[in-house]
């Protein structure tokens, strides 16, 4: 879809249909699609006639993680960390749908970065760390290993998980099953409890000044051992900046590497959705 010029609704002609609450409340409103995951979510970048920006997210019911949570995690985490509020949110037959406030800063992988990597790293870690601060007992959502290993088998025998579709490279020679059984056996004995993101990658961090200022995409926020992040944030940091920055996220952020944690959370993420 391309941008518009001027002030009109955008009808989406592919992907999730935009709901009628949506069309009528910002009937006046400029509309850009700023992300499409065919058949789960679109989001759009919403400006009106003001200026004002807000964000529109909508999701397929069958979609994971469900919008509706999303939206109940949203509205908590506002009161702890600095994320969007919450201007409305809805379900319908065919798709579910949440309006979000514009917040101030460029996301993690934005050009402004691009010139200094290791700063942006280092302020990317001090952002995980600040997330990992709020008080657990505060937190009403848990995605511990028994939520997480309940979750993925789940997954797994309704036969939704495609290795080749689903699994980063370093896992495709594993089947879905082969890799339930290998997270079920090398389970961890023990879970270093933190409030996670759940989906703590560059894209998902907003940043002014190259100090972290915002964190959006929350729909797996939850109590999980802290390298449930790590390690899904520090393979971001090598997706997305290059290798050799992984140790210098994690020397930020207080930790030294535990490859056996780092592994056994990454293959999880590959299994979750």
Not at 225 to 234: E, F, G, H, Q
Request: with cysteine.
């Amino acid at each position: 879809m391309k941008p518009s010029n001027g002030w009109r609704l955008v009808v989406a002609t592919e992907g999730l249909p935009i709901p009628e609450p949506l069309r009528e409340d910002y009937a006046e409103w400029s509309w850009r699609s700023v992300s499409r995951w065919p058949g789960a979510f679109d989001t759009y970048r919403l400006e009106g006639p003001s200026g004002r920006v807000r964000f529109a997210k909508l999701a397929a019911p069958t979609a994971y993680p469900s919008l509706p949570g999303e939206a109940e995690r949203t509205r908590w985490a506002i009161e702890h960390l600095p994320v969007p509020g919450v201007v409305a949110s809805g379900s319908g037959l065919d798709v579910d749908w949440m309006v979000t406030e514009g917040l101030a800063g460029r996301d993690g992988v934005h050009d402004r970065w691009s010139t200094d990597h290791a700063r942006l790293v280092r302020a990317l870690a001090r952002g995980l760390r600040t997330f990992h601060s709020v008080a657990v007992d505060a937190c009403p959502f848990s995605f511990s290993l028994d939520a997480a290993l309940e979750h993925v088998q789940r997954r797994v025998e309704a036969g939704v998980v495609v290795s080749q579709d689903d699994f980063h490279e370093e896992h495709r020679h594993l089947t879905p099953h082969g890799a339930l059984d290998r997270l079920l056996t090398e389970r961890p004995i023990d879970e270093d409890l933190v409030v996670c993101h759940g989906d703590y990658c560059a894209p998902n961090i907003l940043l002014e000044g190259w100090e972290p200022v915002g964190f959006v995409d929350l729909g797996e926020v939850g109590v999980a051992d802290r390298w449930w992040d790590l390690a899904v944030a520090t393979w971001s940091v090598g997706w997305n900046f290059g290798e050799g920055l992984e140790d210098l996220f994690l020397e930020e952020y207080g930790v030294a590497m535990d490859v056996e944690r780092c592994s056994y959370y990454r293959l999880l993420y590959d299994l979750v959705s």
